[in-house]
């Protein structure tokens, strides 16, 4: 496994490329992380039935109320 993230720097540019991190902080409540569980647990479920056909996915597109949060992509290591 290995986790990338970009630094939140206020604006947008058409490509950023990601860094590699040593360590991630999630910051949620309980709801927040049951979520994101059972987003993770889908996430792997739909990875392992369509293999490589499977690509990516985000969080806020299964629970909008994360739109506004910073992005979180399962991502097929596969590819």
Do not use: C, W
């Not at 902080?25 to 369509?50: G, N, P, Y």
């Amino acid at each position: 496994m290995k986790i990338y993230g970009y630094i939140d720097e206020g604006k947008f540019e058409e490509y950023i490329e990601p860094s590699e991190l040593a360590e991630i902080t999630l910051v949620a409540d309980a709801d927040e992380l049951r979520k994101i569980a059972r987003f993770i647990q889908l996430a792997a479920e739909k990875m392992e039935q369509r293999g490589k056909d499977y690509e990516h996915e985000h969080l806020s597109d299964k629970y909008p109320e994360f739109q506004n949060s910073p992005h979180f992509v399962v991502y097929n290591p596969d590819l």
